[in-house]
């Protein structure tokens, strides 16, 4: 198996549960717990058992006490699906475990206005990962460097034989690259960098990236006539790269007060403000990994790996960035593109101890790590445009407001109907307090209707 860089088709189809499934379901937010769970189970095809573990919780404390040091319990987030997501023809439930109000519905809102526009389109690079070998003390780095090149395709066999297993998967050392340091001290003088980039497949490839690195190091610096230092990867890993673009309709952006139009300026007029300002291109960026940290979090990816390696990739330019900008087509059209590494995996790692991981992926239907990172790239791109738009519209506090509403109203003890009831009236008054939550809810209480 070789990997090119791909796109995926609409008609394959990848999940496990078979057959490509709607991810547009309407009314799904107006649902209790317990009948999401019930259309997710038909949808993605879950066992009882595995809904179960979804309703009461995906991991106990035995099983964490595999996973980390000195447990003394586990912590819950809640665990919501974005909706709407097309990615390449095909349709996603995507799994998103966070704790901030609004990011699912956001996303899920955004994707489907580019539902309407055909849906997301990506591409991945083939898994590719840095193992970088730190070389120090080399009297010549151009000879250094020289000697380790002229045994280029040695130093790969050795590379190969240090992961049999990946190599009989189709992975693998597929280049070997020596950077000479510019030294900014005299102790500084005769650093080396060894990049070897090795295919991972499937896998996210920290430790196996980091065992190549590990088994050759000592043959690198007895060639470059200098010593090793680190053997670890990198997580700028930007040969791992994933790019989403997507195309939105003017019609669908229009909000209670703006047209489309405008929306749709307003929102290429913020792309720019990023791209001019790093200040805001951290707030745009935060935006977008609102999305994507999530879907890495429930897939039991290392989302602090994805963190450092999109703000990296961000900054690449010596300029920090927004990964994501937006532009006006020429036929009217609201045009995105994201660009940014995606180191994650579908196997090994946390999924081969944690069940709630396992399911989630298994609810993404994804059949491969590219995929995966494909999936979320779109989800970032979503969260990017939600945030945009409102940011451009009425602000974006009114959503933030009526979220916020909501838990007033919980917070001075309504249930049930009574929540959207109390939380509509608090906003229509402009008035989010619980005191005024209680009144509603005892004058609702006294007229007998509740
Ligand atoms: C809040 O979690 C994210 C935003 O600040 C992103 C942005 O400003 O683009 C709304």
Redesign the pocket.
């Known amino acids: 198996m070789s990997h090119s860089k791909h796109e995926l088709g609409g008609d394959k189809q990848s999940s496990t549960r078979g057959g490509n499934i709607s991810s547009r379901i309407p009314g799904f937010y107006k649902l209790g717990v317990r009948e999401r769970l019930t259309a997710l189970r038909d949808l993605a095809g879950l066992s009882d058992a595995e809904v179960g573990l979804l309703h009461d919780g995906c991991l106990s404390v035995e099983q964490a006490n595999h996973m980390v040091e000195n447990v003394v319990g586990t912590y819950a987030l809640p665990l919501g699906l974005g909706l709407n997501f097309q990615v390449n023809g095909r349709d996603y439930l995507v799994p998103m475990c966070v704790e ?1 109000p609004s990011v699912i519905a956001a996303a899920s809102n955004a994707a489907r206005m580019v539902r309407e526009g055909g849906g997301f389109v990506a591409e991945a690079d083939p898994p590719l990962m840095i193992a970088q070998v730190q070389l120090y003390d080399v009297p010549d780095t151009t000879a250094g460097t020289q000697a380790i090149l002229a045994e280029k395709a040695a130093l790969m066999c050795a590379c190969n034989d240090a992961q049999p297993s990946l190599v009989r998967r189709g992975g693998g050392t597929r280049d070997i690259e020596v950077r000479t340091l510019e030294p900014s001290t005299a102790e500084d003088a005769g650093m080396l960098v060894v990049h070897l980039i090795v295919d991972c497949c499937d896998a996210m490839g920290a430790n196996l990236v980091n065992t190549v690195a590990e088994a050759v190091a000592p043959r690198l610096a007895a060639l470059a006539g200098g010593c090793f230092g680190l053997r670890i990867l990198s997580n700028l890993a930007d040969r791992r790269c994933v790019r989403v673009r997507c195309r939105v309709p003017v019609d669908v952006l229009r909000s209670e007060r703006f047209d489309g139009v405008a929306v749709r300026d307003g929102i290429v007029l913020a792309s720019r403000f990023a791209e001019l300002d790093p200040y805001r291109a951290a ?2 960026n ?2 977008i990994m ?1 999305g994507i940290d999530p879907v890495v979090l429930a897939t039991g990816n290392d989302w602090r790996g994805v963190e450092a390696g999109a703000h990296a990739f961000a900054a690449r330019s010596g300029v920090y960035r927004p990964l994501a900008i937006w532009r006006a087509g020429s036929d009217g059209m609201l045009l995105g593109q994201i660009e940014l590494p995606m180191a994650i995996g579908t196997v090994g790692g946390t999924l081969r101890v944690h069940p709630g991981a396992r399911l989630g992926l298994q609810i993404s239907g994804v059949k491969s790590a590219q995929e995966l990172g494909m999936v979320m790239a779109s989800v970032g791109l979503a969260s ?1 445009l939600a ?2 738009r409102a ?1 451009a519209a009425e602000g ?1 506090q009114q959503g933030h407001m009526s979220l916020h509403a909501r838990s007033v109203a919980v917070a001075a003890g309504a249930s049930g109907a009574l929540v959207d009831i109390v939380a509509a009236e608090l906003s229509k008054l402009g008035d989010i307090r619980k005191e005024r939550a209680e009144q509603i809810l005892s004058q609702l209480r006294e007229s007998a209707a509740y």
């Open positions: 901030e707030t745009h935060k935006g609102n990017n945030a945009l940011l974006i």
